[in-house]
């Protein structure tokens, strides 16, 4: 497994949750990185994405100031912090390595998905 997802659950409205997402160092270290959520009978969408060392990050208009992502090269590892939660934002959320050390909205620009956990916000 090279993507492995992780954080999911319940949670009410307006509370937070962290996911976290394992890589190989193969393709984690010089690639950019993306979340992306899926809702049922809806496309999957994007959430969010960083460069390959941090320093750009990118949000979907319905998550920014919400919503922040992160990375630790040193353990392989990608986050997204998800503050402020609200029932839309029930969905099934994949992590991604993009194609290129920067990460793009687009699905097409990502090689390798994980299996993505479920979040769901109760109302």
């Known amino acids: 497994v090279q993507l492995q997802a992780s954080g999911g659950g319940l949670v009410q409205v307006g509370g937070s949750l962290r996911l976290s997402c394992a890589a190989s160092?193969?393709?984690?270290?010089?690639?950019?990185m993306g979340w992306f959520r899926q809702a049922p009978g809806k496309e999957r969408e994007f959430v969010g994405s960083?460069?390959?060392?941090?320093?750009?990050?990118s949000y979907a208009d319905s998550v920014k100031g919400r919503f922040t992502i992160s990375r630790d090269n040193a353990k392989n590892t990608l986050y997204l912090q998800m503050n402020g939660l609200k029932p839309e934002d029930t969905a099934v959320y994949y992590c991604?390595?993009?194609?290129?050390?920067?990460?793009?909205?687009?699905?097409?620009?990502?090689?390798?998905w994980g299996q993505g956990t479920q979040v769901t916000v109760s109302s």
């Open positions: 991604a390595a993009a194609r290129g050390a920067y990460a793009p909205a687009a699905l097409s620009g990502y090689r390798y």
């Open positions: 160092s193969r393709i984690f270290s010089n690639n950019g």
């Open positions: 960083i460069s390959w060392n941090g320093g750009s990050t």
